[in-house]
């Protein structure tokens, strides 16, 4: 950007310079140091910059501090999220975060160490629309509130932080491979993998704390036909046992190697429900 404008010095040096010079700060006990312009006074060594060249030197600055700590750069979440097809209030919608808080961050404010989890788990997971997702974005919020729906139902509580979602994966796995099935997209987004124990989300044991404080009201209300078919997975499987039975009967986990995604188009072979 060019600019026209002068800069005088405020001790009365008369015009200042424009100069390419190295900043350094310390941001959260994390010394930095960038290379950014601004105007600096011959005489007296005055340095000052516009407000444009002042945002840039944070952004320049919160940037090379998440460089450092291995955080997500702004131009990072904004290069993924592109390529994602998925706007700033989708990217916030599926954290559970306000739209302000993205836009924050892809300007030059750092996220936690949590939120850059978050931030990673959604942006490089598999492109809605192919298999892995189910044509939905992933959702944690929305994981969650599946999850207490089938509380209800089911009249026990399945979100248990040692329960390492293996009861609870059972039925999640059917919610969104049932919904795919009938209605053409999966209810969480959420991509599943044949381990040992039955289908289980990817990372999950990454994203079970996130799910446990994940706030539900940040998640899109579920449909009355996603309600029917959580209702009808707990009516069927009213005992964990039984939906983990019912998962391990299953051919589409089956006849997959430990460690192997299980795509939603499988979801025409499930043969228990
Ligand atoms: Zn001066």
């Known amino acids: 950007m060019r600019e026209n404008k002068t800069m ?26 960038v290379k950014v312009e601004e105007y ?32 997500l750069s702004g131009e ?16 916030a919608e599926s954290l559970g975060v306000g739209i302000a808080s993205v836009k924050r961050w892809e300007t030059g404010s750092i996220q936690n160490v949590s939120m850059d989890k978050s931030l990673r788990n959604i942006l490089n997971a598999v492109k809605p629309g192919n298999d892995h997702s189910g044509n939905q974005l ?11 729906e089938f509380e209800k139902y089911l009249g026990k509580k399945l979100l248990i932080k040692n329960d390492k979602l293996l009861f609870t994966a059972k039925y999640l796995w ?37 799910i446990i404080h994940a706030n539900v009201s940040d998640a899109k209300a579920l449909t009355n036909d996603e309600l029917k078919i959580i209702q009808r997975i707990a009516i069927k499987f009213p005992n964990k046992y039984d939906v983990y039975r019912a998962a391990h009967n299953e051919m589409v986990w089956k006849q997959k190697a430990i460690g192997m995604p299980i795509p939603y188009t499988d979801s025409v072979l499930l043969s228990e429900i």
């Open 8 to 33: 005088i010095c405020p001790n009365n040096h008369g015009k200042m310079i424009r100069k390419e010079m190295r900043k350094k700060a310390v941001l959260r006990d994390i010394p930095v140091s």
């Open 40 to 71: 600096l006074c011959e005489i007296c060594g005055f340095e000052a910059g516009t407000p444009e060249q002042t945002t840039i030197i944070k952004r320049k600055l919160c940037d090379a501090y998440r460089e450092k700590v291995g955080l």
């Open 76 to 91: 990072q979440i904004r290069r993924l999220r592109s390529k994602l097809n998925l706007s700033q209030k989708a990217l």
């Open 138 to 148: 992933f959702s944690i919020p929305r994981v969650k509130k599946v999850i207490l």
């Open 174 to 210: 059917y919610a969104d491979m049932l919904s795919f099935r009938e209605l053409g997209k999966s209810i969480t987004g959420s991509s599943y993998a044949a381990l040992p124990y039955g289908p289980q989300l990817n990372n999950y044991s990454d994203l079970i704390d996130e």
